[in-house]
């Protein structure tokens, strides 16, 4: 395998990143946006949700805090968000896990989780607490 410099080969693989690049929304270089943070179980009866919609996007760093109440167990789903999205890390007790995708977020009591990601494809995507969206525990990230 030829492993030498070669113009040509740059000048390809910057004639298909360019177009790409050019959709995207972001800068990459600016720090992460915070996003309002997303309480789970801030109502009285323990189901609601602080926030029920998100407008973010593409190619922008964001990072959402999840808080957990504990007033009721969430396993927070938003699988077809986190396919469409490229997690950098998640942040619990001062621990960053940096992993390949996730598909659930479950807080069985109180605590915190950040969620550092960039989003890749414009759409509206629905989140929730499993088996809980008929209380209330839902909302929608609108990536454009």
């Not at 009721?72 to 995708?101: D, M, P, Q, S, Y």
Request: aromatic residues 12%.
């Amino acid at each position: 395998m030829d492993n030498t410099f070669s113009p040509l080969k740059l000048i390809g693989l910057m004639a298909f990143l360019l177009p790409a690049l050019s959709f995207a929304k972001g800068d990459l270089s600016q720090r992460a946006t915070e996003l309002p943070k997303l309480v789970l179980g801030n109502t009285p009866d323990g189901y609601g949700l602080s926030e029920k919609q998100y407008n973010i996007e593409t190619g922008k760093s964001y990072v959402l805090e999840i808080e957990s109440t504990g007033n009721k167990e969430c396993a927070f789903e938003a699988t077809r968000f986190f396919n469409n999205v490229w997690v950098r890390k998640i942040e619990l007790n001062g621990i960053e896990v940096k992993a390949n995708g996730i598909y659930e977020l479950e807080f069985e009591r109180e605590g915190e989780v950040e969620l550092y990601f960039v989003p890749i494809k414009p759409g509206s995507y629905s989140y929730e607490c499993r088996g809980l969206a008929s209380k209330g525990m839902h909302g929608t990230i609108s990536i454009e």
